[in-house]
């Protein structure tokens, strides 16, 4: 029997999402570009002017709620209010992310040890918890953890906020498994053009760049792009995994 494809359209026609830490950089790309797509989105930051700004610059129907990314009453009251304003949740982006120490691992003092993983992973676990409990235990939908690859390997001066995305990417197969038909899937980015990555991008971006296959570094569209898919229908056979997306940082030339 033959087999015939038809033309993948990539819409989020009549969703929801909601997408934290989507003021500037990887978030507010895939806020606007989850907007484009079709659905209807909460943008979530700490601040109100800046998502507000954000938003403006956006078509489509957004709506913005100001929250921590790491306190759950917080989480409780936006998924909340996403529902109220849309009528529903569809999709959750934990995008939001912080990373307050750069150095030995062991160097770490308590408090920033505590703020990485109370943003980077507390954080990702009860919003998810938040949106199942509020919206995709009773209708399924996706769920997009934002990792790096930081989290697949050692790396000087970067090991806390690594052990972050290391869990964050364990837990995305973790509820993969536990949550389904809800999808659970993840994104590993390399290094991005972002506020987030200034340093490292102003003091390593162009030796990295230079050694790309792809001879650059990525943007926040790329990252973006790849969300979309994940979150539509064209990627309903896909859960539990973690895509890397670095340029090729991984590949060695054998020419």
């Known amino acids: 029997m033959a ?14 999402a909601l997408v934290t830490g989507a003021s500037r950089g990887i978030g507010k790309a895939i806020a606007s570009t989850m907007s484009a797509s079709g659905a209807k989105v909460m943008l979530t930051s700490r601040k109100l002017d800046a998502l507000r700004a954000a938003a403006a ?12 990314a790491g306190d759950v009453a917080s989480a409780d009251a936006c998924v909340r ?38 943003v980077n992973l507390r954080g990702p676990l009860f919003w998810c918890q938040a949106a199942w409990e509020q919206a995709l235990k ?25 052990l972050t995305k290391a869990a964050l990417i364990h837990l995305t197969r973790q509820l993969a498994g536990e949550l389904g038909p809800t999808r659970v ?3 590993a980015p390399g290094l991005v053009q972002t506020d987030f990555a200034a340093y490292l991008v102003e003091n390593f971006g162009d030796r990295l760049a230079a050694q790309l296959p792809l001879q650059r570094l990525g943007d926040p569209q790329d990252i973006a792009n ?20 670095d340029g090729g940082a991984g590949v060695r030339s054998t020419g």
């Open 57 to 68: 610059e956006m078509v489509g129907e957004t709506a913005v709620f100001a929250a921590n």
């Open 185 to 187: 899937v993840g994104i």
């Open 138 to 162: 009773q209708r399924p939908g996706v769920i997009i953890n934002i990792a790096s690859v930081g989290g697949l390997r050692a790396e000087g001066g970067l090991g806390v906020y690594n």
């Open 3 to 16: 087999l015939t494809s038809a033309f993948m359209e990539i819409s989020l026609e009549g969703k929801v």
């Open 226 to 245: 790849l969300a979309v898919f994940l979150a539509s229908d064209a990627a309903s056979w896909i859960t539990g995994e973690t895509y890397v997306i």
């Open 81 to 118: 209010a996403t529902i109220e304003r849309f009528g529903g949740l569809d999709i959750i982006v934990n995008n939001a992310a912080t990373n307050p120490y750069y150095g030995p691992t062991l160097g770490v003092d308590e408090a920033r040890f505590d703020k990485t993983f109370g």
